[in-house]
């Protein structure tokens, strides 16, 4: 683990950078368009967004504009919430595809498994539905790798069921003091890399003392002890900032490396960024 652009191995072999820069909460336009360059300027080559950020237009244009060569990069993003069903799914990933002005897209997610416009009315069925639409989008080249976000064991039966492709992600909310461990070891069973959303708890994190201990103890930030307890378990942390100076941060991980005793005292941490919404019953 040395940099920005060392990868991890997904099921089906292809390799994914170990670092993402995340896009949630950033704005469309021209927020949208500098995030991504200065992104891309500091080295990151894995770019998270999703068809509900609504900012993958400002992405495509950023990504076209900065030079950097599309088979250097990894591009996500994921489906919305409201096309769950297979014709649904098959038409969000042609407006990803063109939206981010690209013919292929390194991963495509089932952003939520359980969406409340659909949990009446025979959820289970649009799930598997749904997943037929990224399978089928993966044979036909359009996607190099389908995974999942937000989904618990249970989740995963149901796609068991009738998948002829099994998920190659789960990117779910891992955060110190946010960690489902008994979600965290059946994913790795299953061999489903764990990508972590909001690995500084959407901005939660910065004013725990302990982590302020620790970050002050090993020379570094807050941030970068959080981002490097994230790596150091094998997850894939998704960081995201619309600051220059934040993002260039954030890509510093590998001049430093947190000793048994502070990933144990950072394991222990509680509830200090809050807990993850239930996706059964999530308000969306
Ligand atoms: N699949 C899902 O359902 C899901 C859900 C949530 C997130 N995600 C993905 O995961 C990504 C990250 O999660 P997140 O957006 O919740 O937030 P996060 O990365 O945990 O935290 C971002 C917040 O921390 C601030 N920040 C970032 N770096 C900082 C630094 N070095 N010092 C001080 N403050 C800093 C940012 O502020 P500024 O931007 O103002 O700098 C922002 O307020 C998302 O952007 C998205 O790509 C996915």
Known sequence: MKSLIDTYTLNNGIKIPIVGFGTWQTPDGAIAKVAVKSALSSGYRHIDTAEMYGNEKSIGAAIKESGV??????????????????????????????????????LFLIHWPNPKMFRDTDWERHLQDTWRALEDAYTAGKLKAIGV??????????????????????????????????????CRNEEILLEAYSPLGTGKIFTDKTMNEIAEKNNKTVAQVCLRWSLQHGFLPLP???????????????DFELSESDMDTIDSLEGIVGYVVDPDKAEF
Do not use: W
């Not at 599309?70 to 595809?97: D, P, V």
């Not at 068991?160 to 779910?172: C, G, S, V």
């Not at 100076?245 to 510093?252: A, G, V, Y």
């Open 149 to 186: 976000s937000n989904f618990r064991e249970h989740h995963f039966n149901i796609l068991k069921e009738t998948q002829t492709i099994k998920p190659m992600i789960n990117q779910i909310r891992i955060c110190p003091g946010d960690y489902n461990e008994e979600l965290i070891n059946y």
């Open 240 to 254: 995201k900032s619309i600051h220059e100076d934040r993002i260039e941060e954030n890509s510093h991980l590998f």
């Open 69 to 106: 060569s599309r088979n250097s990069l990894f591009i996500t993003s994921k489906l919305s919430n409201s096309a769950h069903s297979y014709e649904k799914a098959t038409a969000a990933i042609e407006k990803s595809l063109s939206d981010l002005q690209v013919s292929t897209l390194d």
